[in-house]
């Protein structure tokens, strides 16, 4: 069997738990477990429910040592009584969970309970006695004989994966677009080439990190980015992806053909890596590289940005004086992204200082924009103010939330300046843009051995991963 090369760091496995939202017991595999059947999930809900939001990753509880990660609002868990890299112990979580995807489509607790069976299999073959084997979704379905039920994401009904899998190539044949749900599928198990739907799903997905004044001057910013597929390919063949023209990566020695020095500006990435899968030469300057994408998900190049970017959705508060006792606090947002596409999930943020006695909202649509406003509360336990803007945010658009307080007796509105405000956090997701305009120019399949011609899907997105407005 193939080994990941990571088993000495990684020390023993002593249980894997997967625990629900609810706190019940989906999955529990028990290599060199401790504790008795069901005590594991115990001992851990009881220690995260008396820290709350505080919990660490990793914890010791008496002389067992527990690593878990959160996704979809279920605990993956391990235990351990080795002396395990805290690091290792986090990745081998990650790329379980990702296996388990992979398998399952997506990863929701009625998934997880109707491939029970699908999991522990592939449980039984990751790990040996505790010891972390193979994790390839690839190679692990030489082993793998359950077939996988597929769950609906949005729906949470049950498809038969075979039958949707010839179904979908004819649908793909006249379609320029495709629900991002399309690639929420599990891969093909023990089906011919013949069933097997020939797609592959691309995401440029990019995570800022910013820091605006009052004024949305940029006084920092980063980029994480990383290029994920998701694999349905007959044969896995060959492919050939180009970026940018101008695109330079210092650390590797990559200079595009179209920019850098005296030839014009490029797009400077500060390192990059890729998956295992990629074929790149030392000696290569070329912007592209070939690889064999394996069946599943998985990350094949992953790239950081320090170099400072304009600013997407820009914020911009100030305050006005109702009286010698009255204050408004004013936010303007404004979209600074081309008018066709629009911002999505965007949720605004801020404290309200203590001499504010009463706290009243109102929205308004400032530009270019239609319909309401969004809607803001007021959480008066926290002193926090929660404002979600419109489902469909457009590009030059401007919104407008006023919030009316009322000062206590001894503070004046005139004495009352923007910092003591602190400062406003952000989120947001932009679909079919990316900050730092990279792109792909090409990705081409330079060997097909599958029967049919393969589709390729490739959507780009930015999210945030901190974006904030000192004030």
Same mark, same amino acid.
């Given at each position: ?29 028990s290599?060199?477990?401790k ?22 990753p990793?914890?010791? +509880?008496?002389?067992?040592?527990? #690593? ?19 690091a ?8 379980l969970?990702?296996v388990?995807?992979?398998y ?5 607790? +009625?998934?997880?309970r ?11 073959e ?25 769950v ?18 004819s649908?793909?044949q006249?379609?320029?677009?495709m629900?991002?749900?399309?690639a ?42 990383q ?52 074929? /790149?030469? +030392? ?20 790239y ?7 600013a ?28 066709e ?9 801020? #404290? ?25 509360d007021?959480?008066?336990?926290k002193?926090?103010?929660?404002? =979600? ?67 390729? /899907? ?9 974006? =904030?407005v000192?004030?």
């Amino acid at each position: 069997r193939p080994s990941l090369g990571i088993s000495e760091m990684a020390g023993v496995i002593s249980e894997f738990v997967l625990i629900s939202p609810r706190g019940d017991t989906l999955v529990t595999k028990s290599y060199r477990g401790k504790y008795k059947t069901g005590r594991t999930a115990e001992v851990f809900l009881r220690r995260v429910q008396s820290e709350a939001l505080t919990t660490k990753p990793i914890f010791r +509880e008496g002389d067992t040592t527990f #690593c878990h990660i959160k996704l979809n609002n279920m605990y993956f868990v391990f235990t351990t009584r080795e002396n395990c890299s805290p690091a290792v112990l986090l990745e081998l979580l990650q790329r379980l969970s990702r296996v388990f995807k992979d398998y399952c489509g997506v990863l929701t607790e +009625e998934s997880i309970r109707k491939n029970f069976l699908l999991l522990y299999e592939l449980l039984d073959e990751v790990f040996d006695h505790g010891y972390p084997q193979g994790m390839s979704t690839e190679l692990l379905k030489a082993y793998v004989y359950n077939e996988p039920v597929s769950v609906d994401a949005g729906t949470g009904t049950v498809q038969n994966v075979i039958a949707k899998n010839i179904l979908v190539p004819s649908i793909l044949q006249d379609r320029k677009t495709m629900p991002s749900a399309q690639a929420n599928k599990p891969i093909n198990v023990g089906e011919s080439t013949k069933t097997k739907e020939n797609v592959v799903f691309v995401d440029l997905i990019e995570k800022v990190s910013m820091i605006l004044d009052r004024t949305s001057s940029v006084i920092h910013s980063s980029i994480n980015g990383q290029i994920v597929l998701k694999s349905y390919l007959s044969g896995s063949p060959e492919m050939r992806l180009g970026l940018n023209e101008d695109l330079v990566v210092r650390s590797l020695g990559i200079r595009g053909y179209g920019g850098g020095g005296a030839q014009g500006p490029c797009l400077p990435l500060e390192d990059a890596n890729f998956h295992e899968c990629v074929r /790149w030469n +030392e000696g290569d300057h070329d912007p592209s590289f070939t690889f064999f994408a394996p069946d599943g998900e998985f990350t094949l190049m992953g790239y950081r940005i320090n170099t400072s970017y304009r600013a997407p959705i820009l914020c911009i508060p100030f305050l006005e004086e109702q009286g010698a006792d009255g204050l408004d606090f004013v936010v303007r947002v404004r979209g600074e992204f081309p008018p066709e596409k629009s911002a999505s999930n965007i949720v605004l943020t801020f #404290c309200v200082p203590a001499f504010a006695a009463s706290v009243s909202l109102e929205t308004a649509v400032a530009l270019g924009a239609s319909g309401a406003a969004g809607k803001a509360d007021f959480d008066r336990t926290k002193r926090l103010v929660k404002w =979600v803007l419109p489902v469909k945010f457009a590009g030059n658009a401007e919104y407008l939330l006023r919030a009316k307080l009322m000062l206590h007796p001894g503070h004046r509105a005139a004495n009352i300046e923007l910092k003591q405000f602190g400062c406003i956090n952000m989120t947001f997701e932009l679909p079919m843009h990316l900050c730092s305009n990279l792109s792909i120019r090409y990705l081409d399949f330079i060997y097909n051995s599958g029967t049919s011609q393969p589709h390729k /899907w490739i959507r780009y997105l930015t999210q945030t991963a901190s974006y =904030v407005v000192r004030l």
